[in-house]
């Protein structure tokens, strides 16, 4: 039988247990407050000097039986062009995309310092340093104070995690991750990005491949990265073959990601516009005029549009799809069905907002399903191979998609080869290197770009892929 409690004791308990409750939700509140208050103060940038030193990143050249290069920052200073991105905003063309786009100046202007230099706001400055030192160390691996002082420490894969859990370090040997923050600017975001009205005014037209920009960067870490556990990853020679793969994969889901937010209207500066003509085929518009019995877009006709209808920019998925076929045929048919739907839509004059988000948003997780799929797998020889005779059978199809595309293509073909030659040692290497290199004069001038004379070089290179 339960005992019965006198109605005073009973209210007593009741105080004694709310007064509990009450110092744990004040006991917690302090210390989320600290962790809190911890988490910004690691959360901070102290600029590239942090870096410089000849112990740490700064040596000259690199440093023998180093685990690391030692010379990072010397070769981001005197070769990268991420150094030189805040100059861009100073120079003439820069002071007049200002003036088109009523910023003021260039290089204070937010939307510009977004992507071409390292300037978070001033409460997330640990250390003074210079906007004017452009894109740093600090924009791809994240700001530094927390996790600095173990950084010089003796490295490990404990201390690697806990930086990136605890301390708001990027993990670039994550291929999906750095691809992504790669994107975060050459891509854009709902906080940052090229888009339409920017174009007019003068900006370039964004586009991206990681393999190939990663070589041009130059690249400044060893090959190839340690594993999550330490470990040493596959042969180097596929390391750029992965990069491009899982970057392409990766491009392609932030390419869904950017259609849906755009067509909802999600965007820091709350300029509603619709249709963003910077998603559509600039190719489509901004082709040289010729004559009509010359034109090879009148030749070929407008396959799935309405003639006069700019095309959906279709070149981060033309080539990837050869790519998707070979690894997961399934998921691959899925992927196109999608993308159609995608390409259907945003093909059309006046978009439906709601339509293209859905089915952009739908596409974007079998996208990722790709990048995760090929970040952990082994590539070898007769895979490399087959990917690059896939693209030369495929002449038409890409050459057609526009000029974009045909870039995709080449910059493919570029990376496969490299890393296939290396491998394979094929006798005729430097006749397919001339080949491609063929191929890149033909983007040099966009509004020369022949789709039937890119197609025929490709069909030219496929016989010397044996």
Not at 25 to 53: H, I, M
Not at 235 to 246: F, K, L, N, Y
């Amino acid at each position: 039988m339960r005992r019965a409690y006198h109605p005073r004791i009973r209210l007593a308990r009741i105080s004694f247990l709310v007064g509990v409750l009450a110092a744990l939700v004040l006991f917690a509140a302090y210390a989320q407050r600290g962790v809190l208050a911890q988490d910004k103060a690691n959360n901070k940038y102290v600029g590239p000097g942090s870096c410089a030193a000849t112990s740490c990143h700064g040596s000259v050249k690199p440093v023998a039986g180093s685990r690391i290069l030692q010379n990072e920052y010397s070769t981001w200073i005197i070769q990268d062009k991420h150094s030189r991105a805040y100059q861009a905003l100073t120079g003439d063309v820069g002071e007049r995309m200002a003036k088109i786009l009523n910023l003021g100046k260039a290089e204070e202007a937010s939307k510009c310092l977004a992507c071409h230099a390292l300037a978070p706001p001033a409460e997330q400055i640990g250390r003074k340093f210079e906007v004017n030192e452009g894109v740093t160390c600090e924009n791809c691996h994240g700001p530094a104070q927390g996790w600095l002082g173990q950084h010089t420490a003796k490295d490990s894969p404990e201390k690697h995690l806990q930086s990136v859990r605890d301390f708001h370090m990027v993990d670039t040997r994550n291929v999906i991750v750095r691809t992504e923050k790669c994107l975060e600017c050459h891509l854009g975001n709902s906080g940052k990005f090229v888009d339409h009205e920017m174009i007019a005014a003068g900006h370039p037209d964004l586009y991206f491949e990681l393999d190939s920009f990663s070589a041009v960067m130059p690249r400044h870490w060893n090959m190839p990265r340690l594993t999550a556990a330490g470990t040493a990853a596959e042969d180097s020679s596929w390391t750029g073959v992965r990069d491009w793969s899982t970057g392409q994969a990766v491009q392609l889901r932030a390419a869904m990601d950017r259609v849906a937010w755009r067509a909802r209207g999600e965007r820091f500066d709350k300029k509603n516009v619709w249709p963003e003509y910077s998603e559509l085929s600039c190719f489509a518009c901004h082709h040289a005029l010729t004559m009509s019995k010359d034109s090879w877009r009148q030749k070929h006709g407008y396959a799935g549009r309405r003639p006069g209808d700019p095309a959906w920019n279709a070149s981060r998925f033309v080539v990837f799809r050869l790519l998707a076929k070979e690894v997961d045929p399934a998921a691959a048919q899925d992927l196109d069905q999608k993308l159609e739907a995608v390409a259907e839509e945003m093909s059309k004059l006046d978009p439906d907002r709601d339509t293209a988000a859905s089915e952009a948003s739908a596409a974007a997780p079998v996208a990722q399903h790709f990048a995760e799929r090929l970040v952990a797998m082994n590539y070898e020889r007769g895979m490399v191979l087959h990917m690059m005779q896939s693209i030369c059978d495929n002449a038409e199809e890409i050459s057609l998609a526009d000029e974009r595309a045909a870039e995709q293509a080449t910059m493919a073909l570029d990376s496969l080869y490299i890393a296939y030659s290396k491998e394979a040692q094929p006798a005729n290497a430097a006749e397919v290197r001339s080949a491609i290199n063929g191929l890149f004069q033909q983007l040099e001038n966009p509004s020369a770009y022949n789709a039937d004379v890119f197609a025929g070089a490709l069909r030219h290179m496929r016989p010397m892929l044996q």
